[in-house]
Nanobody, 123 residues
Framework: VQLQASGGGLVQAGGSLRLSCAASGLTFSTYAMGWFRQAPGKEREFVAHISQSGLWTYYADSVKGRFTISRDNAKNTVDLQIYSLKPEDTAVYYC?????????????????WGQGTLVTVSS
């Protein structure tokens, strides 16, 4: 299984960015997908989750209204659209996949991880 995240970069506060994650080696439509981020010196934190069908999404309170997760099961991709970027959004962003539904969005509940893409927001 490979999850390849891309789209990170340097952006000014208030700007927007679209991250993408391309999946291979798994039956993508049977996996729920998530995005996490890890800022320097901090633990990895949950950002957003999308169900296998894409009909259901869930966000961390800190990003609600600014982040939108979406997926394309025909292309095996999951995207994270980020609006109104803040310096505190600076982090490495990771996509992750999990096969089964569980009552938690903690990192250990996800089976596969991508390598991460760095987002840096300047003030």
């Amino acid at each position: 299984v490979q999850l390849q995240a891309s789209g990170g970069g340097l952006v000014q506060a208030g700007g927007s960015l679209r991250l993408s994650c391309a999946a291979s080696g798994l039956t993508f439509s049977t996996y729920a997908m998530g995005w996490f981020r890890q800022a320097p010196g901090k633990e990895r934190e949950f950002v957003a989750h999308i169900s296998q069908s894409g009909l259901w999404t869930y966000y961390a309170d800190s990003v609600k209204g600014r982040f939108t997760i979406s997926r394309d099961n025909a292309k095996n991709t999951v995207d994270l659209q980020i609006y109104s970027l803040k310096p505190e959004d600076t982090a490495v962003y990771y996509c992750a996949a999990r096969r089964y539904t569980v009552g938690s969005y903690s990192a250990p509940t996800y089976d596969y991880w991508g390598q991460g893409t760095l987002v840096t927001v300047s003030s």
